[in-house]
């Protein structure tokens, strides 16, 4: 399997960024696609999902109505468009792939760093 995100970089608060991960040779059918964050000494948390099929989504409180999570299932691509972007928003980004039981695989992750 291979997973793998861009779009990640320097912006300004009240900037935007658009992540992107594509991901090829999964052994599994894609349930969910996800997008979870870690800043510096904090755990993994939950920012944003999508149902591949049904294309219901789910957001973290702390990004509803800044951050819209949409896909593309010819391309097995999510994306995350991030608007207004806070200083707090700051972290390693991470895709997520996961079968609707069990498997799933994650991406490196690219670093979202929002700072003046």
């Known amino acids: 399997a291979h997973v793998v995100e861009s779009g990640g970089g320097l912006v300004q608060p009240g900037g935007s960024l658009r992540l992107s991960c594509a991901a090829s040779g999964l052994s599994f059918s894609v349930y969910v696609m996800s997008w979870y964050r870690q800043a510096p000494g904090k755990e993994r948390e939950l920012v944003a999902s999508?149902?591949?099929?049904?294309?219901?989504?789910n957001y973290a409180d702390s990004v509803k109505g800044r951050f819209t999570i949409s896909r593309d299932n010819a391309k097995n691509t999510v994306y995350l468009q991030m608007n207004s972007l806070k200083p707090e928003d700051t972290g390693v980004y991470y895709c997520n792939f996961r079968a609707i039981l069990g498997p799933s695989s994650w991406g490196q992750g690219t670093q979202v760093t929002v700072s003046s």
């Open positions: 999508i149902i591949r099929v049904a294309g219901s989504t």
